[in-house]
């Protein structure tokens, strides 16, 4: 299937080729600290097909460039996990994005064209202390 758009709450969840979708309740947030890991509060919302279980992961790099490192994320409550981004520097340019596995869409990604969140160099940041998450993708 294409691209499907569910409202939940205040969450908007893209669901790319089935009914299982990933979003953000607390949206992503707008920057990090270097060197200090960071929390991401995730929902997977199943639509008319179930999530299967233990399949929502993490999924970054250190640098732009090489293979991603997967960790699963923490289920903390029905469809909401917490993901945690580990502490990295930003001048290497890490890259992050996130998936879960649905009954009927199968393996799903967000952003759909995964990797897709940069976290950028302080010096493209208006606060040199915090380095910048943008969308690449």
Partial sequence: GGKQTLTIGTDQIIATGGLLGIGY?????PAV???MPANIT???ASGEEEYLPDTAMLHYRTAGSGPFTSVPMTQT???L???TLPA???SATPEFYF???GTESGVVYDPPTAPGWRICS???WPHANVCAITRTG
């Fill in 122 to 124: 302080p010096r493209w």
């Fill in 88 to 90: 990295m520097g930003c």
């Fill in 33 to 35: 600290a270097p060197g």
């Fill in 77 to 79: 409550g029905l469809d």
């Fill in 81 to 83: 996990f917490q993901a």
């Fill in 25 to 29: 309740p607390d949206g992503l947030p």
């Fill in 99 to 101: 998936s879960a596995e």
């Fill in 42 to 44: 995730v929902r997977i």
